[in-house]
């Protein structure tokens, strides 16, 4: 009998809901074979089979909750005997518990708060059935990506998994620009919302007139994790007008060049993301976070840009954005939040961003604050670019204005850094030859 197990497929994955089973009882699994698919806390993942055998009974239903490490199927010869033989710890998502160290491939049901080999293995490769066969290298392979992405040696690394086995969370307690906020415990690559600091329980009504909505995943870590940003971090706000009358001529007229030349278009937002990026190249002191005694001032700009998603939200991290051109932003940006919006979009491309950007000006929100997304800094609140009149050496003129507004961890941050930051980007904005220069 082999246990299929709830795998760990994020760093701060800590249960996870059968969004379906792609097989069903009776049906022999391959190697390989997408067994279910998984939403976490931060998208809807494919976890994919390490051994070989026939479904014989599904433990967790579709829609049900379970910790990592919970069994949630088992998988025999066939027969039937696996499931004539249920492991205690099975049964509902409610009772479901961590698996049993049977085998060798129960060891990651053992600490749901530290991923063992077979769920980072599952991290990686979105897969999950448990496996105690293979054999267990010194880093796991999500592990050594992050730790080359990262620039983290790993001989430097101890690693707390099997058997002193490297792990994700090893590499991101290591990393220099990871840091260890205490905001930062979970991280779900949420982003803020402007109402995000809002309410509440409700008002326990009951009868017809309420529909109970389960919180999905995402729903939940994104309130956990802007409830303790709100909390934590002391936010203050500074808002600027910005007239973007030349940036949106100059947006015009380079679609209008990128069209020609067979290349997408860009968005006032694409241009926008770039101009923060630059922004924050020229004043890193806001490209930093928070990290209890210390700051952490990184020394590259990512930028997460927050997508609103009907379980959620989550904040797409395109790396290196200052060194990227428009375009290729654009491109990107358009390609992660598609999918995101899919629930196909992968952990790793929701972690590690240094500063985000909001945007609800395509609602009609003039402007709005929104909530940092710890442990970053801040985030940039971008609302709606609008036709007003100005005086201008002392006549009105027509011109189109669009308010920003940053939102800054004042631990990090002081108004001054937030107010230099703001005239630098609006500088750009209103000079849009330079974003692109």
């Known amino acids: 009998m082999t246990e299929i197990h709830m795998p760990r497929l994020s760093d701060t994955m800590e249960e996870g809901v059968i969004a379906s089973w792609r097989k069903q009882v009776g049906e022999h699994i391959n190697r390989g074979d997408v067994v279910a698919e998984i939403e976490t806390d931060k998208a809807i993942m ?28 088992l998988m025999g010869d066939g027969s039937g005997s696996a499931a004539a033989a249920e492991p205690a710890g099975n049964g509902s998502a409610q009772q479901a ?24 293995a599952a991290a990686q490769k979105a897969a999950g059935t448990n496996s105690g066969d293979t054999a267990r290298p010194k880093a796991s392979p999500l592990a050594k990506a992050v730790a080359k992405d990262r620039g983290v040696d790993l001989t430097n690394v101890t690693g707390s998994g099997p058997n002193g ?40 009504a009951t009868g017809d ?37 030349d940036l949106v001529a100059f947006r ?25 990026a630059t922004a924050l190249r020229a004043n890193p002191s806001l490209n930093v976070s928070f990290a209890g005694d210390k700051l952490l001032q990184h020394k590259r700009v990512h930028l997460g840009v927050a997508v609103a998603i009907d379980s959620g939200l989550v904040v797409p991290v395109i790396p290196d954005t200052d060194r990227k051109s428009v375009s290729e932003i654009a491109a990107e940006g358009r ?82 850094v937030g107010a230099v930051f703001l005239q630098q980007l609006t500088g750009l904005l209103e000079d849009p030859i330079r974003i692109i220069a």
Do not use: C, W
Request: glycine share 8%.
């Open 209 to 245: 007139d309420v529909e109970e909505i389960p919180l999905g995943n995402i729903r939940k870590v994104t309130a956990r994790r802007l409830t303790e940003s709100k909390q934590q971090a002391p936010h203050f706000y500074l808002t600027s007008a910005v007239d973007v009358t």
């Open 46 to 73: 494919e976890m994919e089979a390490y051994d070989e055998g026939v479904l014989e009974k599904i433990l967790i239903g579709e829609g049900q909750t379970a910790p990592i490490g919970t069994p949630i199927g």
């Open 335 to 416: 390609e992660k939040a598609e999918r995101a919006r899919a629930g196909k979009l992968k952990p790793d491309e929701m972690t590690g961003s240094t500063f985000s950007v909001s945007n609800l000006g395509m609602f009609g929100i003039e402007e709005f604050t929104a909530v940092i997304n710890p442990p970053e800094a801040g985030i940039l609140a971008v609302g709606e670019t609008k036709d007003e009149v100005q005086v201008r050496d002392g006549e009105f003129v027509a011109r189109k204005m669009l308010r920003v507004t940053l939102s800054a961890d004042h631990r990090a941050v002081d108004g001054a």
């Open 97 to 120: 518990q961590p698996a049993q160290p049977e085998s060798g491939q129960q060891e990651q049901a053992a600490a749901p708060a530290a991923p063992s080999a077979g769920q980072e």
């Open 252 to 276: 015009a007229d380079l679609n209008e060049r990128l069209q020609a030349a067979g290349g997408p278009k860009v968005s006032l937002n694409d241009l926008v993301v770039k101009a923060v």
């Open 165 to 204: 086995r490297i792990i994700r969370a090893d590499i991101d307690a290591a990393a220099v620009e990871q840091p260890a906020a205490p905001a930062a415990q979970a991280s779900a690559p949420s982003a803020e919302s402007p109402a995000s600091g809002a309410p509440a329980a409700s008002s326990a």
